[in-house]
C-alpha cells in the first residue's frame, strides 16, 4: 500500500472550514483515498473514501488532485467536536483491508 | 455509540493472570479485526479474521490469542501479559467484499476501545 504524508498538526477557527492536506505520490490505480478520524477517547470513525472523483457527504468533502498524488479533506464548518486526529490512508479495493495508520494531523479547532 | 462493542471498557490485571477481551457486532460483517494503540501513537494492526478465520497475524507474540467462535464475536485472550502491553485495544469489522466481485470497498467500524493496564 502507498505511503501518506500529513502535517503533524494544524488550527481552524470554529466555524471556518479546515482543509486537511494529505500526500500521497506512489498510489496506483486500484488504491482508494480513505480518511478516518479519532476524537479522543474514542475508536476511530471513518469519515470519507475516493478513487478519483471528488466526494461529498453529511460530514466532509474529498478533493483528489487529478494526478492523484494528493487530497485534500474539508469540514465546511468545523465545530469544536471536531478536534480529532484524522488519518489519511490509501488501500487497494476488494477484500479485507490491512489498514495501517500512519501519525496523522491533530486538528484543533478554537473557539 | 458504536455499532462495534467492546466489554470491558476497563480492565487492570497482573502479569500472572488470564484475561478475555470480547468484541461484537451485528452489522453481518465478516472481516473482524484487532489494534493495540499506546499513548499518542497511531492504531497498530495485530489480527484480521475473514469469514472467522484467522487471515493476518501481525507477529504478535503469543501471550495474545485471538479467537472468533461466530460471525458475530471476536475474543482475544490474554496471559502472562508484561506492563508494556498496556494500551487501548481496539475491535473493527468490515463487509468483506470477495476479490473479483466488487471494487466497493467497506470501511472499518471501530469500537471504543478496551483501556487495559497490566500491573
Known amino acids: 500500500d502507498a505511503k501518506t504524508t500529513q502535517p503533524t498538526s494544524m488550527d481552524c477557527a470554529e466555524g471556518r472550514a479546515a482543509n486537511l492536506p494529505c500526500n500521497h505520490s506512489?498510489?496506483?490505480?486500484?488504491?482508494?483515498v480513505y480518511w478516518y478520524r479519532q476524537i479522543h477517547s474514542q475508536g476511530p470513525q471513518y469519515i470519507i473514501h475516493?478513487?478519483?472523483n471528488n466526494e461529498t457527504n453529511e460530514m466532509a468533502s474529498l478533493i483528489i488532485t487529478e494526478d492523484r498524488k494528493s487530497s485534500t479533506l474539508i469540514l465546511p464548518h468545523a465545530t469544536l467536536r471536531d478536534t480529532a486526529v484524522y488519518y489519511c490512508?490509501?488501500?487497494?479495493?476488494?477484500?479485507?483491508?490491512?489498514?495501517?495508520f500512519g501519525t496523522g494531523t491533530k486538528l484543533q479547532v478554537i473557539p | 455509540d458504536t455499532e462495534v462493542t467492546q466489554t470491558p471498557k476497563h480492565l487492570v490485571m497482573g502479569m500472572t493472570n488470564k484475561k478475555s477481551l470480547k468484541c461484537e457486532q451485528h452489522?453481518?460483517?465478516?472481516?473482524m479485526y484487532w489494534y493495540k494503540q499506546k499513548a499518542k501513537k497511531p492504531p497498530e494492526l495485530m489480527f484480521v479474521?475473514?469469514?472467522?478465520?484467522?487471515?493476518i497475524n501481525e507477529s504478535v507474540p503469543s501471550r495474545f490469542s485471538p479467537e472468533c467462535p461466530n460471525s458475530s464475536l471476536l475474543n482475544l485472550h490474554l496471559h502472562a501479559l508484561q506492563p508494556e502491553d498496556s494500551a487501548l485495544y481496539l475491535c473493527?469489522?468490515?463487509?468483506?467484499?470477495?476479490?473479483?466481485?466488487?471494487?466497493?470497498?467497506?470501511?472499518?467500524?471501530f469500537g471504543n476501545g478496551t483501556r487495559l493496564t497490566v500491573t
Open positions: 490512508i490509501v488501500l487497494e479495493s476488494g477484500g479485507y483491508q490491512k489498514v495501517t
Open positions: 452489522m453481518g460483517h465478516r472481516a
Open positions: 506512489t498510489i496506483s490505480g486500484n488504491e482508494y
Open positions: 479474521y475473514s469469514y472467522e478465520k484467522l487471515s
Open positions: 473493527a469489522s468490515s463487509q468483506e467484499v470477495l476479490a473479483g466481485l466488487s471494487a466497493t470497498n467497506s470501511p472499518l467500524h
Open positions: 475516493g478513487l478519483k
